[in-house]
């Protein structure tokens, strides 16, 4: 059964508010094959911005990580990055997709990072905050140095609605120095926004997924997704926004590494970033 929860946010007096304008889901698609790296990148058209990002992996059954989802410095196109988890031999091929969810310039746009120290801590977390009086469009992040041995476990929106992101990294085998790296694409408050929020069953079915809606006529403008449970053994394989930027759904299976298989119950959450468009 899916759980949703969402709320509409009410800027503060004489705090103005915007729409949305020209908001529209651009993806790239990498080639196919059984490369232990792949990357590929969606760009926004001449005079967008990216408002999020999202990824998923083509052909994969918890065999492939994907550690990186990373906005340019000018927000106008983003990267996504897949990896082979290091564990049994994995000789199928796979890709990947990169979504750019662009729209026209924001006022008050802006991209802050945080990253956490390098080194050997099994479990790493990391927030970035939104300048005051500016709000979540998007929510990015990255494993830096994981090399398919660490897994992106939290990108959590918080707040609704929303004025930071956590990123939270485990690790799926030992990995002596990696560090988590997090990004929140910010803007001036826009009309209507909210964070909608849903999970899966907490059982021990190897994969899963979940979708949860803006609410009518809301758009998404970013999103973020969370396993429950596993510590570090599923990983989210795909985070990825509808045609029509209407919905968003995370996908997650067990991790294929070298402690072999799963046994306890996790859960994996999806979670919208919604304003009017």
């Known amino acids: 059964m899916l759980a949703v929860a969402g709320a509409i946010s009410v800027a503060a007096p004489g705090v103005s508010v915007a729409t949305v304008a020209n908001i529209e889901l651009h993806r790239s698609t990498s080639v196919l094959s059984s490369a232990a790296l792949r990357t ?6 001449a005079g967008r911005v990216l408002t999020g990002v999202g990824a998923d992996i083509i052909s ?18 983003g990267e996504a990055r897949g990896r082979e988890v290091a564990g049994p031999p994995f000789a199928q091929v796979w890709g990947l997709h990169s979504y750019g969810i662009c729209a026209s310039s924001l006022p008050g746009a802006s991209l802050r990072s945080a990253a956490t120290r390098i080194n050997g801590t099994d479990d790493k977390s990391v927030t970035a905050a939104c300048p005051t009086g500016t709000r979540l469009t ?28 956590t990123l939270r990294g485990f690790e799926a085998n030992s990995d002596n120095s990696w560090s988590a790296q997090v990004f929140a694409l910010c803007a001036n408050p ?22 949860v809606s803006c609410t009518p006529p809301r758009k998404v403008t970013g999103l973020g997704g969370r396993i ?36 306890g119950n996790w859960s994996v959450r999806v979670y919208a970033i919604c304003a009017m468009a």
């Open 40 to 45: 590929t990148t969606a760009a926004c058209p």
């Open 228 to 263: 429950t449970n596993a510590g570090g053994e599923a990983v989210i394989t795909g985070l990825t926004p509808d045609e029509s930027l209407g919905s968003v759904t995370v996908r997650a299976a067990e991790a294929r590494d070298l402690d072999g298989g799963f046994a």
């Open 60 to 77: 994969n059954t918890g065999a492939v990580v994907l550690d990186g989802l990373v906005p340019s410095a000018s927000r106008t196109e």
């Open 138 to 165: 998007g929510a990015a992040g990255e494993i830096v140095g994981g090399d398919g041995n660490v897994v992106i476990g939290d990108l959590v929106p918080n707040g609704n609605p929303a004025t930071s992101v």
């Open 190 to 211: 826009l009309a209507g926004q909210e964070v909608i929020t849903g999970s899966s069953a907490n059982d021990s079915v190897s994969s899963k997924s979940t979708t």
